[in-house]
């Protein structure tokens, strides 16, 4: 099975913050890596599939890059709203594991 | 719009069984992925397996597999996932999702219901 690992694995921003959530998996997924953010209480919501394509609907300050091992989720201009839990899935492989999270709260 | 809505609350004895339906509607069914996800209380994401409703045959996660049974039923638009031999750590939320079309993942999973909360308790 893939692993996968989130760094870090909580952090504490400003409204306005330029933040960025790294994801790093076992072995190669190739650009097959999607993110999802969570709210309590809440189903996870897509925002970037296939490494660095935004998901409909989601704002542009989301963006998502890397290949092979290494991704990264970077929100450019930190929103009230983006106060949530992150992770990233790969879709490479079976079975499509998640990293464990990272958890996003006001500084 | 598709939409994908789960059935109700699951209070279940440790070894016993559950089933949980996921009703899809608003979309094409057959030929896009469901796959379920399981969130214990306070836990991260686990993908326990999926299905594609017009091949039938479901891909089940190696923790998965004995225990979890993924159906589909094409003429109600709905898909199952039955968990056999209860333990309290299946207590979680169990959602279903959409994955791509002949794909589990492709394009991710962009349609979430509500999820299922199944508690098992004595």
């Known amino acids: 099975d893939i692993q996968m690992t989130q760094s870090p694995s909580s952090l504490s921003a400003s409204i306005g913050d330029r933040v960025t959530i790294t994801c790093r998996a076992s072995?190669?997924?190739?650009?097959?890596l999607n993110w999802f953010q969570q709210k309590p209480g809440k189903a996870p919501k897509l925002l970037i599939y296939g490494a660095s394509s935004l998901h409909g609907g989601v704002p542009s300050r989301f963006s998502g890059s890397g290949s092979g091992s290494d991704f990264t989720l970077t929100i450019s201009s930190l929103q009230p709203d983006d106060f949530a839990t992150y992770y990233c899935?790969?879709?490479?492989?079976?079975?499509?594991?998640f990293g464990p999270g990272t958890r996003l709260d006001v500084k | 719009q598709v939409q994908l809505v789960q059935s109700g609350v699951e209070v279940k004895k440790p070894g016993s069984s559950v089933k949980v339906s996921c009703k899809a509607s608003g979309g094409t069914f057959s030929t896009f992925a469901i796959s379920w996800v399981r969130q214990a209380p306070g836990q991260g994401l686990e993908w326990m397996g999926g299905?594609?409703?017009?091949?039938?045959?479901?891909n089940y996660a190696q923790k998965s597999l004995g225990r979890v049974t993924i159906t589909a039923d094409e003429s109600t638009t709905t898909v199952y996932m039955q968990l056999t031999n209860l333990t309290s750590e299946d207590t979680a939320l169990y959602y279903c999702?959409?994955?791509?079309?002949?794909?589990?993942?492709?394009?991710?999973?962009?349609?979430w219901g509500q999820g299922t909360t199944v508690t098992v308790s004595s």
């Open positions: 072995q190669s997924v190739s650009a097959n």
């Open positions: 899935q790969q879709s490479y492989t079976s079975p499509f594991n």
């Open positions: 999702a959409r994955g791509g079309k002949y794909s589990l993942t492709r394009h991710g999973l962009d349609v």
């Open positions: 299905i594609i409703p017009v091949f039938g045959t479901p």
